[in-house]
């Protein structure tokens, strides 16, 4: 019986070739990972998750390249007609995947430009959620109600983006309709007072209290209050019911939309007449079932 | 009573230590190798407490810990940010005048372990307000507070929530400075006791112009009558001989920032 030679089907220089590379990606990779890690836990250490972020991803896509070079140079692969050919390679390619190339470049753009950091709350076309990640191809956001979502960078560089936590403080404004019948100096001082002792509201900037409109069934006011960015939910949340439980303890009404019937002068009720009792009408209205 | 509440306590002599200050009522006890430490501010639990039990609306909190101590240490502190101290009338200071003032700030109340100072809970003895101190794109976060700034103080009743900050300020400009808020970076500050009242050090504030930073030095110099052995707490962050920065409000005056 004959002996299972591999020498017999390759050579000897293509099996060590093959253990070389083995060998070179078994200790490559691994130093490539542990160098990412690294430079992602000092660069969040000392700066921000955003900048930890991007020294894992440069030291990553690096090794990744060098890695690829050293092994085509093991196999033997010349790199010189290969960069030679990238040319028209890259044509051909760059139609092929003119979404993914799209993506990418928009994705250096927003590396350069930072309209937004990892770790920054954003709006993308209504859809809010905190930055995870920003990919070579795509951007990755956790929305509060914890679904991921994945939005192509180029369609983040087209269109409008807000970032909600960009800036150190942020307005919240509530809208405040008050009935006609109110002293708006009364009702201007309770709201001052409401925000003075809410614990989220931050006495400078000064809350502003703005006369919006003269409704169709409210006087509506529009009460300006600061507050850290990272406490505007609990401001938004806290205040309104504060200004209710204020306005229900002074006795300010906040009307609900009604219309009011005139007939002829406003000064006289509308009149009306009972023209039959109500049993005389159920029995009409029997009869005429019947 | 004022004088019975700063220093260390034993909580197992007794059932429960109750201290009342400014706002801030505490109930303190050791129960089951544990300390509990319950509080609550005048607004939140109105009319009489008992002293020995809080008010049901009020909750425990326990702190477990190596060897059961229950010695604690209870120390004023400088609020943990800065303030911004509005003046409530305005002071004008003429041109090239050197003026003393006091500001009557309210304290913080520290309960660390007596063997380790292993901090438990620090609170105001009374709620302040937050504000901002810079644009709306930058700046930092400080309490609020409201001063008389008073040029003597010897008429006034000492309260044990207040502590005592006597400010110089020199106006070095050709124009008349309006003292009406500033920062107060207080975590640069000691306490002192004399007398049932609380003292801090000087601070001293030269005011050079509005296009110029005005100088902020803590010159730890202390108020008359006043030595190093009254010290009851440390500043929380050490003092360097000179500190610049900026310190008369002149934001916020842009009305198109922030209206629109």
């Known amino acids: ?290 | 009573m004022e004088n019975d509440i700063w220093g260390t306590v034993s909580l197992q002599d007794r059932d429960v230590h109750f201290i009342d200050i400014g706002d801030l009522r505490l109930w303190l006890k050791y129960k089951d190798s544990e300390i509990r430490i319950a509080y609550c501010y005048r607004d939140e639990a109105r009319g009489e407490v008992d002293e020995q039990e809080p008010p049901k609306e009020v909750r425990w909190v326990r702190w477990a810990h190596k060897n059961g101590h229950d010695r604690v240490r209870i120390l004023p502190a400088f609020a943990d940010l800065p303030l911004i101290v509005q003046s409530e009338y305005s002071l004008k200071v003429s041109p090239h005048t050197t003026i003393q003032v006091f500001s009557r700030i309210p304290i913080w109340i520290t309960i660390a372990l007596a063997h380790d100072d292993y901090l438990l809970l620090e609170l105001p003895a009374i709620k302040m307000s937050k504000t901002w101190f810079g644009t709306p794109i930058e700046g930092e976060l400080c309490y609020h507070t409201m001063t008389k700034a008073r040029r003597d103080l010897s008429k006034l009743k000492p309260e044990p929530y207040l502590v005592s900050c006597p400010i110089t300020i020199s106006n070095k400009s050709p124009g008349a400075l309006d003292f009406e808020s500033f920062c107060f970076r207080v975590e640069r500050l000691g306490i002192y006791k004399h007398d049932g009242t609380l003292w801090a050090d000087e601070t001293q504030i030269t005011y050079h112009g509005e296009e110029h930073h005005s100088d902020v030095i803590m010159t730890g110099k202390l108020p008359e009558g006043i030595d190093k052995q009254m010290q009851l707490t440390k500043p929380r962050k050490q003092i360097h001989a000179s500190l610049t920065t900026r310190t008369f409000k002149r934001l916020f005056e842009d009305a198109d920032i922030l209206g629109s």
């Open chain 1, 1 to 290: 019986m004959e002996i299972f030679n591999i020498y017999n089907y390759v050579s000897e220089e293509v099996v060590f070739q093959f253990i070389r590379v083995v060998l070179i990606i078994a200790v490559t990779l691994p130093i490539v990972f542990i160098l990412r890690n690294w430079a992602r836990s000092f660069f969040t250490k000392k700066y921000s998750t955003h900048y930890g972020m991007l020294a894992g991803k440069v030291v990553f896509y690096s090794g990744m390249i060098i890695l690829i070079i050293t092994i085509l140079g093991q196999m033997g692969i010349s790199l010189a007609p290969l960069l030679a050919g990238a040319g028209i390679v890259g044509v051909a390619l760059g139609f092929a995947s003119q979404t993914s190339v799209s993506n990418i470049i928009s994705g250096l753009f927003l590396i350069a430009e930072q309209p937004f950091k990892v770790d920054d709350i954003i709006n993308v076309n209504g859809t809010i959620g905190i930055v995870m990640s920003i990919d070579v191809l795509s951007v990755k956001l956790r929305t509060f109600d914890n679904m991921f979502v994945r939005i192509p960078n180029e369609m983040i560089i087209k269109t409008e983006v807000i970032n909600l936590t960009r800036f150190p403080i942020r307005r919240f404004n509530a809208k405040v309709s008050v009935a006609y019948r109110e002293d708006i100096g009364k009702v201007r001082e309770i709201l001052m007072e409401v925000a003075q002792k809410n614990k989220y509201s931050l006495s400078e900037p000064e809350p502003q209290i703005i006369f919006e409109a003269f409704g169709t069934s409210s006087i509506d006011l529009d009460f300006r209050i600061w507050a850290q960015v990272n406490e505007w939910i609990h401001l938004k949340n806290t205040i309104q019911e504060e200004i209710k439980k204020r306005f229900d303890e002074e006795d300010i009404e906040i009307p609900f939309p009604h219309v009011s019937l005139y007939a002829g002068s406003e000064s006289k009720p509308l009149p009306i007449e009972m023209v039959a009792k109500a049993e005389n009408l159920r029995n009409e209205a029997d009869e005429a079932d019947n």
